[in-house]
């Protein structure tokens, strides 16, 4: 059980580069997430899915795509990389047990935007 | 809307000592959620403990606990003999118990130092 695994884990990007990052858990969770990390600032959620299939967008959802065609994988696409997204990616997935939630977070994936 | 908010930027405590990590946050909810979690060096957000709203007991594992006081809408986390692998980021996180789609509000974290 390797729980939520992201890759990679360092990017580099020059401006106007697409790129994907890769999430996948293997838990059989239906909700999952993509935040972004930036310094003196909490998680802000970009896009999540509730299953297969299914995206909504979060707080901070411009400059990114992302797509939910099974239960384990949930890729998001950064459709033409600016410096502003310069930032700790973590990719969770969660299930509800008893009325509570618990997120199991992946290493996350540091990107450079230069 | 739901915000939460850690005042602490930094906190430092000596090895085996007790320290308390500060979060309020503000909701117009009666049932919700709340967490906290620790991302050490390696980045990795870790569970430390959660808290329902609907339960009157201060949850507690092992070296953490909190104090969950409801009408200040306070939820601070004490963590007891600290040790060096303490030493990280500690993010207090905010859930609705009308959300179904298990979204997390966050603070921006205070930052843990242990003296040896």
């Known amino acids: 059980n390797a729980g939520v695994t992201q890759t990679p884990k360092f990017q580099v990007l020059k401006t106007g580069q697409s790129m994907t990052l890769q999430c996948a858990q293997d838990m059989n969770h239906e909700y999952m997430s993509w935040y972004r990390q930036d310094p003196g600032m909490g998680l802000r959620l970009i896009h999540y899915s509730v299953g297969a299939g299914i995206t909504d967008q979060g707080e901070v959802p411009n400059g990114y795509n992302v797509s939910r065609s099974t239960t384990e994988d949930f890729p998001l696409r950064l459709l033409s990389a600016a410096p502003s997204q310069t930032s700790v990616y973590f990719c969770?997935?969660?299930?509800?047990?008893?009325?509570?939630?618990?997120?199991?977070f992946g290493p996350g994936t540091r990107l450079l935007v230069l | 809307a739901q915000t939460v908010t850690q005042s602490q930027p930094e906190m430092s405590v000596q090895e085996a000592e007790t320290v308390t990590l500060s979060c309020t946050y503000d909701t117009s909810e009666s049932d919700y959620y709340l967490f906290w979690y620790k991302q050490p060096p390696s980045r990795q957000m870790i569970l430390v403990i959660r808290?329902?709203?609907?339960k009157q007991q201060n949850a507690t594992e092992n070296r953490f606990s909190v104090n969950f006081q409801k009408a200040a809408k306070s939820f601070s986390l004490k963590i007891s003999d600290s040790q060096l692998g303490d030493a990280a980021m500690y993010f207090c996180?905010?859930?609705?118990?009308?959300?179904?789609?298990?979204?997390?509000?966050w603070g921006a974290g205070t930052k843990l130092i242990i003296k040896p």
């Open positions: 969770a997935s969660s299930y509800s047990l008893g009325g509570t939630v618990t997120q199991y």
């Open positions: 808290q329902e709203a609907y």
């Open positions: 996180a905010y859930r609705s118990g009308m959300d179904s789609n298990y979204q997390l509000i």
